[in-house]
């Protein structure tokens, strides 16, 4: 059976828009998707960062999650956390959607956690090979995940993946 196409939303906020199209280009070379036209997106008032300037990636990806009716990815230039984390680059929601941090993170590797998180939302969970849905809590351990192993290649192919919750 082929991999079934879905649409991914792309929203923004105050993310160049060239960066955004790139995005774009690398997830969709490594997933059967298609992704939308980059779509403009604020961050609602009454979601405000912490005291490091921080915004709670859950508030965040539940917003979305609730707004909007199609897999979502959410790209800002703000630093995110979790409740025991100092930082993440990203966080998901299996089969729903994904918000990505470009703070702190070089071209290549937003692109590489980009296609991570998407990942995610097409229900692959953390790999442990050297693969890009390795867990990377620091930029360092992002530049040795280089592409999807076989093993979750594999798995996209199954469709039997049905996990739930946040990652
Ligand atoms: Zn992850
Ligand atoms: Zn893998």
Known sequence: MPEKTY???MLYTKVPIELLKKIATNVMAQFSLKVTDPINFKIPDNIKPN?????DASQLIHY????MKTRAIWVIPYDLTLPNRNFVFGSALYYN????????????????EAIHEV???????HCNLPCIMALSKVATQISLKHQLCDRCKEELKSHKINDTGQV
Do not use: A, M, P
């Open 51 to 55: 005291l490091s300037q921080q915004y």
């Open 64 to 67: 979305i999650k609730d707004k």
């Open 97 to 112: 959607c994904c918000v990505l941090s470009t703070s702190r993170l070089n071209e290549l590797e937003i692109y590489k």
């Open 119 to 125: 990942g995610h939302v097409l229900g692959l969970k």
């Open 7 to 9: 649409e991914l939303s």
